[in-house]
Every structure is written in structure tokens, then in C-alpha cells.
């Protein structure tokens, strides 16, 4: 039973040949083993713990935290890792930004927090290009073999974002302002190499007013603030020249109609098809009762039949 008085250097240059083969989990045994061991290397191999369960479960911010907090205290000089190298402070600066990164886009909520959200997104973009620059993601690459996305690609990727998430917050109020955030989302989008064409197309729809045709009030903002209700715009109807006539979409299938008179309009239909829906379903139900009755009605006669023919 050689392998019970392997040396706790031993231990650990055989973990690094498993992280290598990507057994990470024979790797995480070694590395454990190495510790209890007290052997030398046993700070590097908390390290490399915390880089497998980074690796393993790489959308836990916790993880990227808990490597970082390792990087710093034992500052190692160059880690490698696999095929990848890295400077351990500099990639405990990356972890940094990543476990905000998570954080912040699972955070959602109303319009005040989404602008605060909106903001940290484009103060996160810009300390990508800060931190990282050029250089190229070093835990896209540790998890995702992935070495193309840099710092600064990440960081307008991220500002990007941020003002996505800036005009979703301001659309109710203010859709113009908002179509401003979406024209600066849509510029890092293309610096990015993204076609930014979702962007753009809300641009055009923030952008556009129409007047309703229940109330007769302008408002700006499509599918926001007015939208398109089916309709049947006639011919005849078609050629006036009043401006209202011209607030339709191009196929004369609908009309605009403002989002307060829409709304009025949607949820009197649904009380009145709710009231139609519960009447049906109450008819159902006596009408049900009443056969149920009727069958016992039945039965108790076929009974007291059989009785008397015995
Ligand atoms: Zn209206």
C-alpha cells in the first residue's frame, strides 16, 4: 500500500497532473490531502481549491470572493493553472470584478433600483478597462477554455448594459431620455463588434409619437406608452387628411391607441369574459348536481326493483 506514504509534495505534483487531465475532483482529494499533511506547498493548494470550485460552480459569486481573498493572502507571484498562466494578483483583481458582475445582474426591482443597477453596470465597465485593459479574461479561460474576450471588449460589453438597463428605468417616465441611454448602449454594442440592432430597434420605437385614436392625445414611446390595437382602417378612411388617420401602422390592420385607453379597454373585456367564464362554469356545476341526483334517483329505484323480484 504504497501510495498511504506519499509525501505531501508528492501529493501535490499529483493533483496537478489530474487538474491537467480536468479531474477535478480526484485534483480537490490531493490538494485536500497535501494540506492535512502541513506540507509546503499547502497554500498553494488552497489556491487551487478555490480555482476548482470557481471552475466547478462558476456562477456562485462567493467563489470568485473566496479566491480572491486566498490570492491576496498568500500572494503566489504566477500561477498556472492547466494551460493557463497567470499573475495571482492580478487575477484576484479579475475575480473581484466578476463576483460583482454576478451580483449585480441578478439584482431587479423597480425603477429606482434599476437605475442604480444601470450605474454600477457602467462603473463595473469602466474598472474593466482599468483593471484588465488588453489583457484577455483569465477566468473565461480557466472555466471555458476561452481566451478571445478582453478586458476592454468585457468593459463595453458591460457599459453597454448598463445603459440597457438605465433606459428600461426611465422609459415610463421619460421615453426620449431613455432612447438616449439605448444610443449610447447602442454605440459600445457596435464598438463591441455586436450589430446593436435590438438597441436600435428601440430606439425607433422610443422615438416615435403617435396620437391615440379613442382620446386623441400625442404621446411618444410604441409599445411602451401606445400601442397598436387590431382594427380595420377602410380605404375610404385611409385618404383623409387629418393627422389621426395617418397614426396607424403601415398595413392598416390596427390603430394606435395611447396605454391608458388600451388598458381601460383590456380590463373591462377581462371582467366581462371573467363574468361569462364564472356563469359557465356555475351553469356547469348545477347542471352536473342535477344529473348526479337524478343517477342516485335511479340506482335507489333499480334497487328496491331488485328487492320486490327476489
Ligand atoms: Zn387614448
Redesign the pocket.
Given at each position: 500500500m504504497a501510495f498511504l506514504f506519499k509525501s505531501g509534495d508528492e501529493l501535490f505534483d499529483e493533483a496537478v497532473n489530474h487538474i491537467n487531465l480536468k479531474e477535478y475532483v480526484k485534483a480537490r482529494a490531493d490538494f485536500s490531502k497535501c494540506i492535512e499533511k502541513g506540507a509546503s506547498k499547502s497554500s498553494l493548494a488552497s489556491i487551487y481549491i478555490s480555482i476548482i470550485a470557481m471552475v466547478q460552480n462558476p456562477e456562485n459569486p462567493n467563489n470568485y470572493k473566496a479566491l480572491a481573498n486566498n490570492l491576496r493572502s498568500v500572494n503566489p507571484g504566477m500561477v498556472e493553472f492547466g494551460l493557463t498562466q497567470v499573475d495571482g494578483m492580478r487575477l484576484a483583481d479579475e475575480c473581484d470584478l466578476v463576483a460583482q458582475r454576478i451580483i449585480l445582474m441578478s439584482t431587479n426591482g423597480n425603477a429606482a433600483v434599476r437605475e442604480k443597477k444601470g450605474k454600477d453596470l457602467i462603473q463595473l465597465g469602466l474598472q474593466y478597462q482599468i483593471k484588465i485593459g488588453k489583457d484577455t479574461l483569465k477566468t473565461d479561460e480557466l472555466i471555458y477554455g476561452d481566451t478571445a474576450m478582453s478586458g476592454i471588449k468585457e468593459s463595453l460589453s458591460i457599459q453597454a448594459l448598463g445603459y440597457e438597463t438605465l433606459a428600461s428605468s426611465a422609459v415610463l417616465t421619460d421615453p426620449k431620455q431613455a432612447a438616449e441611454y439605448l444610443q449610447n448602449a447602442y454605440n459600445y454594442r457596435r464598438q463591441a463588434g455586436d450589430d446593436g440592432s435590438h438597441d436600435k430597434q428601440l430606439i425607433e420605437s422610443y422615438s416615435k409619437s403617435a396620437k391615440?385614436w379613442?382620446?386623441?392625445?400625442t404621446t411618444t414611446g410604441e409599445g411602451i406608452h401606445f400601442l397598436a390595437m387590431s382594427s380595420e382602417i377602410t380605404p375610404f378612411m385611409r385618404n383623409g387628411q387629418d393627422d389621426l388617420l395617418k397614426s396607424a401602422p403601415a398595413n392598416f390592420e390596427a390603430v394606435y391607441?395611447?396605454r391608458?385607453?388600451?388598458s381601460a379597454i383590456s380590463r373591462r373585456s377581462d371582467a366581462i369574459s371573467r363574468k361569462y367564464y364564472d356563469d359557465a362554469i356555475r351553469d356547469l356545476r348545477a347542471t352536473e348536481a342535477r344529473l348526479q341526483m337524478e343517477i342516485a334517483e335511479v340506482r335507489a329505484h333499480a334497487s328496491s326493483m331488485a328487492i320486490r323480484m327476489r
Open positions: 391615440c379613442i382620446c386623441g392625445r391607441v395611447c391608458p385607453c388600451y
